[in-house]
């Protein structure tokens, strides 16, 4: 079975300082692999989603960065923070148009 | 640009009580739709997925029918429990790579 992994679980970064946030997904393979980021009082909004290695497209322009350097790793960075950035984490996979899998998800606060 | 609407934004029901949430999506060229919950805190599980070709889709006490050309979705929970308590979100796929438009969701309290 196929399982989705993202750590840190929390994190709490001052504004300005670097950001890496991983995402692993097991048991499957060249899965499309997506990074939603949800803030208060607001929806999910797809920030990036790849669909191969070295694959990325950006869906927002923002303060953020995507890489995928393996097949099943896809992470999330920024070079410097800001208060924005705040919010809930998810990484997800899908396999062509079928269901799309979440992980637990990170919570990030920057102050 | 694809919105998706899901009202209402919250509600509380008596356990026992069938629930309905709505779902309306702007455009019509999707290629699946798919129910999520969330609890508190957590990532999203997913409940149900219909492809476009599809009308509904039922898992357990669970349906969900599809109207596309309308851009509409209900979700169904028969005899709800207090467990059912959670955010249910909608999301549509956009197409290419199956990006998802997600609603702000119904937030759902089943009262024992």
């Known amino acids: 079975s196929q399982t989705i992994h993202q750590w840190p679980a929390t994190l709490v970064q001052p504004v300005g300082s670097p950001l890496s946030l991983e995402c692993t997904v097991e048991?499957?393979?060249?899965?499309?692999l997506y990074w939603y980021r949800q803030a208060a009082g607001r929806g999910l909004q797809l920030l990036f989603y790849?669909?191969?290695?070295?694959?990325i497209s950006s869906e927002v322009p923002q303060n953020l960065s995507a890489s995928r350097p393996q097949d099943r790793q896809f992470i999330l960075s920024s070079k410097k923070l800001l208060l924005s950035d705040s919010g809930f984490y998810l990484c997800?996979?899908?396999?062509?148009?079928?269901?799309?899998?979440f992980g637990p998800g990170t919570r990030l606060t920057v102050l | 640009k694809q919105e998706v609407t899901q009202i209402p934004a919250a509600l509380s029901v008596p356990e026992g009580e069938n629930l309905v949430l709505n779902c309306s999506f702007t455009?019509?060229?999707?290629?699946?739709l798919q129910w999520f919950r969330q609890d508190p805190g957590k990532g999203l599980t997913s409940l149900l997925l219909i492809q476009s070709s599809q009308r509904e889709q039922t898992s357990g006490r669970l349906n969900a029918s599809l109207d596309k050309s309308s851009g509409r979705s209900t979700l169904y929970i028969a005899a709800s429990q207090p467990g059912d308590s959670a955010t249910y979100l909608c999301?549509?796929?956009?197409?290419?790579?199956?990006?998802?438009?997600f609603g702000k969701g119904n937030q759902v309290v089943v009262i024992p």
């Open positions: 455009d019509s060229a999707i290629y699946n």
């Open positions: 997800a996979w899908t396999r062509d148009f079928y269901e799309q899998f």
């Open positions: 048991g499957t393979s060249n899965p499309n």
């Open positions: 999301a549509v796929s956009l197409g290419g790579n199956n990006r998802l438009a």
């Open positions: 790849s669909v191969g290695i070295g694959q």
